[in-house]
């Protein structure tokens, strides 16, 4: 039964696995008609690439998942650190590439000059 009080409308009833199940069909479709059988993800280490990372994966296949994390600052490391455990928990492949170097020359390129 769903939760309703007399100051919040009906919550629905949600069945995990028949959202799991439509959503990994959703993308397996997305993917097929771009005519591609492979994903690329960016892979923070958050609890939303987490879920797009495990969905995917479901969906095509570990094989065909490849996750990207673009490290600007120190900050980002422990966010990282999870997004490496993700993958390797999920067997994804995972690519690790430091950009702090280009993101201060962006920021320098970009410094309004006054």
Do not use: W
Request: aromatic residues 2%.
């Amino acid at each position: 039964m769903a939760l309703r009080t007399k100051e919040t409308p009906e919550i629905p009833e949600i069945n995990p696995e028949k959202v799991v199940k439509k959503l990994t069909a959703d993308i397996r479709s997305t993917i097929s008609s771009a005519n591609q059988t492979k994903a690329l993800l960016g892979i923070s280490g958050g609890v939303d690439t987490s879920v797009l990372a495990d969905l995917c994966a479901r969906a095509i296949g570990a094989d065909n998942v490849y996750g990207l994390q673009l490290i600007s600052s120190p900050e980002e490391e422990a966010q990282a650190k999870n997004g490496a455990i993700l993958a390797r928990h999920l067997r994804i492949r995972l690519r690790r590439i430091e950009i702090s170097r280009l993101v201060d020359t962006m920021a320098e390129m970009l410094t309004v000059p006054f």
